[in-house]
């Protein structure tokens, strides 16, 4: 699967920039304050997106823990380094995460590190 093939769920701490950089590249991309979930519990967030078949895109390194410790079911998470709130920043490694040639497993986590002078993305198909 390509990643143009999912609904994402937005994170609280996502600008609604990258929001609409993502709607404009053809994305069905839902911000969880739009859901009404805005301030609610991270373990809440990822089963909302498991529930409606949607990836989830943040900041956060939380829900490596729900996923990885609490063993919480998921589709797929991708976690945007460092964890800057202005949108702008991030527009260059969300550029780069869409020109990857990653064929997606279920369940999935991408982490995508912005560095001085390259953007780093980490993939791995989850397994229990």
Sequence with gaps: MKLTD???????????ILVNTLRDNGFDVAHI??????NTPDYVILSYAYNQNRIVLTLDDDFGTLIFKNKQ????????HPGHLIGNIHIPTLQAILATDIDYQLPFLLIAEKRTD???IRYRTYTT
């Design 73 to 80: 079911p998921f589709i797929g998470i991708i976690r945007l």
């Design 118 to 120: 390259r953007i780093h």
């Design 33 to 38: 304050n739009d859901v009404g979930l805005g």
């Design 6 to 16: 999912f609904a994402i769920l937005a994170d609280e701490n996502i600008n609604p």
